[in-house]
C-alpha cells in the first residue's frame, strides 16, 4: 500500500531547530515531486516547500520560510527532509508531506490538486 510516513515533529523553542523526515513505503520518491505543506489551527493548508523531481531535484520555498528552511532528498533512504531553524511560533502547525500525482516534473509547485498522496502529518510547535 502506498504510504507517506512523516516524523520529527515534536516542540521547540524560538529560534531553535527541528527536522521532519518523509518517507515512502511501497514506492520510490526519486521520480517525483514532494511537497511539504502545514496547517496552523484555524486556518487554511498552505504549501511550505517543494522539491521537483530527482536528478534535478530544484527546491522552492514559501517567502515566510526563505532563509531558514531547507528541503533535501536521500535517494538511498528513499526520503525528503525538511530541516527547519530559526522557528518561530507562527510555524506551528502540522506538517504534510505530499508525493505529485506524476512523475519526471523538473518544477515543482504548491498547488495542492496535483498532489495525489498524503502523508498523516506530524505536529509541530514553537513555544517558550
Known amino acids: 500500500q502506498l504510504q507517506l510516513v512523516e516524523s520529527g515533529g515534536g516542540t521547540v523553542q524560538p529560534g531553535g531547530s527541528l527536522r521532519l523526515s518523509c518517507a515512502g513505503s511501497d514506492f520510490t520518491l526519486e521520480p517525483y515531486v514532494i511537497g511539504w505543506f502545514r496547517q496552523a489551527p484555524g486556518k487554511g493548508r498552505e504549501g511550505v516547500s517543494c522539491i521537483s523531481s530527482s536528478p534535478r531535484s530544484m527546491a522552492d520555498y514559501a517567502d515566510s520560510v526563505k532563509g531558514r528552511f531547507t528541503i533535501s532528498r536521500d535517494n538511498a533512504k528513499n526520503t525528503v527532509y525538511l530541516q527547519m531553524n530559526s522557528l518561530k511560533p507562527e510555524d506551528t502547525a502540522v506538517y504534510y508531506c505530499?508525493?505529485?500525482?506524476?512523475?519526471?516534473?523538473?518544477?515543482?509547485?504548491?498547488?495542492?490538486?496535483?498532489?495525489?498522496?498524503w502523508g498523516q502529518g506530524t505536529q509541530v510547535t514553537v513555544s517558550s
Open positions: 505530499a508525493r505529485y500525482w506524476r512523475p519526471f516534473v523538473d518544477l515543482c509547485d504548491f498547488v495542492q490538486g496535483r498532489y495525489a498522496f
